[in-house]
């Protein structure tokens, strides 16, 4: 099995940024593309970006604004979330999993496998 940690959530001020990592062990990233997602309270887990481990292609959802950004770190395996301009609505537990191709990366039906989750708090 894959073992998914999250870290780096917190609290922050609205306007602010935070960077969050997803540590990354068990198997190999080969077919494997890493997603994160968050789920506020009484809400469905919604998608926010994934990244194809072997070739490092993004994938992003029409519905994203362009405020984060996700990216890898092959030595460290390691998946980041860049977040920038932080609002309230941001709010939320933020999850990465993983999930083998060919998927739809955008259903979190596709993946197999779940961090704990980090808690992201933005106060205004």
């Not at 990592?21 to 997602?37: L, Q």
């Not at 860049?82 to 990465?96: G, I, P, R």
């Not at 990366?105 to 704990?116: D, E, F, I, T």
Request: with cysteine; proline share 3%.
């Amino acid at each position: 099995q894959v073992h998914l940690e999250e870290s780096g959530g917190g609290l922050v001020q609205a306007g602010g940024s935070l960077r969050l990592s997803c540590a990354a062990s068990g198997r190999t990233f080969n077919n494997t593309a890493i997603g994160w997602f968050r789920q506020a309270p009484g809400r469905e887990r919604e998608f926010l970006a994934a990244i194809i481990w072997s070739t490092g292609v993004p994938v992003y959802p029409s519905s994203r604004k362009g405020r984060f950004t996700i990216s890898r770190d092959n030595a460290k395996n390691t998946v980041y979330l860049q977040m920038n301009s932080l609002n309230v609505e941001d709010t939320a537990v933020y999850f990465c999993a993983a999930a083998e191709l060919p998927a739809t990366l955008s259903s979190r039906n596709a993946y197999n496998y779940w961090g704990q989750g980090t808690q992201v708090t933005v106060s205004s």
